[in-house]
């Protein structure tokens, strides 16, 4: 069964500042990845996703990701975050074999802003 | 693109009654939707999958008579909670998956706040 750990529970950045949120999985083959974000109250919007192919992925709102099969890893980066920025984003793994697709989450990190 | 859909947005009700959530895709087809429920400061725990037109899968522990799950259509979901305690009070949150294109991401609904009083 697959699993993801997302170590960093809460990280303040400042307005401005580089930010990179840390995602790890566990899974037999190459998963599916994804970045979530969610306001408060609200639903989970995609931020972007990996499935094959380059590496490092583009997403919404100036957010890429790079995949690192040998760390298991695929952590989220932003060069200057803005103060819209501040919401709990999910890392999540998807099973890549037929019949199984159900999506992982991580934990969470909640991502603060000060000006 | 991809956008789904949640009604109501919250909802209040007494203690034994029954609530249903609906959840839409509104500009794709959805083979699968999935339910989650997210308790404060937390992760989403996926309750069931449901494929249109046949029975919903339900996660380890959870309650398939309390929670009961319709997939009807390749555009609506239904969750009804029934005989609704306050420990059912939670955040429930659907998501979609279509086909082709669509046929690997979940996109998720704004959610449903429920509380029971």
Known sequence: AQSVTQPDIHITVSEGASLELRCNYSYGATPYLFWYVQSPGQGLQLLLKYFSGDTLVQGIKGFEAEFKRSQSSFNLRKPSVHWSDAAEYFCAVGATNFGNEKLTFGTGTRLTIIP | ?117
């Open chain 2, 1 to 117: 693109g991809a956008v789904v859909s949640q009604h109501p947005s919250w909802v209040i009700c007494k203690s034994g009654t029954s609530v249903k959530i609906e959840c839409r895709s509104l500009d794709f087809q959805a083979t699968t939707m999935f339910w989650y429920r997210q308790f404060p400061k937390q992760s989403l725990m996926l309750m069931a999958t449901s494929n249109e037109g046949s029975k919903a899968t339900y996660e380890q522990g959870v309650e398939k008579d309390k929670f009961l799950i319709n997939h009807a259509s390749l555009t609506l979901s239904t969750l009804t909670v029934t005989s609704a305690h306050p420990e059912d009070s939670s955040f429930y949150i659907c998501s979609a998956r279509g086909g082709l294109q669509l046929a690997k991401t979940q996109y998720f609904g704004p959610g449903t706040r429920l509380t029971v009083l």
